[in-house]
């Protein structure tokens, strides 16, 4: 009889598992909502995280072009030696009444609005 008793008890003890018939482990459905929601909380920081990156890029754009504004105007009213003479060419018409000033600032500035615009939809 001890014989027996031994080996009963290091025999493996019944799993307390639950197996469903097609042999996927149960699990409550509360474990289930915990889960899910914690994905789905994930997915909320992961989208913030995203967003936080491009707005910084994008007004780090803005912030670049602002000040390089900023300079072609004080060069322009300093009336120190040449100011902007060098940048003469780019001011001259070149598509009907539209200097390439013009032409690639107003690219620049639909370029950051289909970005931002692209960034919103893909939401």
């Given amino acids: 009889m001890t014989v027996e008793k031994d080996q009963v008890d290091k025999a493996d003890p ?4 639950k197996v469903l018939p097609d ?3 149960y699990e409550r ?7 899910r929601s914690r994905r ?3 997915r909320r920081r ?10 910084r890029a994008v007004f780090s754009l803005a912030a670049v072009g602002t000040g390089f504004v900023f300079i072609m105007i004080y060069l322009a009213q300093s009336g120190g030696s040449g ?3 060098a940048m003469a060419p780019l001011a001259d018409p070149w598509l009907g009444p539209f200097s390439k000033l013009e032409i690639f600032g107003g690219l620049f500035i639909a370029a950051i609005a ?3 615009f692209w960034r919103i ?3």
Avoid at 14 to 17: L, M, N, Q
Avoid at 29 to 35: A, D, V
Avoid at 46 to 55: C, H, L, P, T, Y
């Fill in 23 to 25: 042999g996927t482990p």
């Fill in 114 to 116: 289909a970005l931002y």
């Fill in 121 to 123: 939809r893909k939401r």
């Fill in 40 to 42: 789905a909380e994930e």
């Fill in 46 to 55: 992961k989208q913030a995280r995203d967003d936080a990156v491009f707005f």
């Fill in 14 to 17: 019944p799993s307390r598992e």
């Fill in 29 to 35: 459905p509360s474990e289930r909502m915990f889960r």
């Fill in 83 to 85: 100011g902007l003479i």
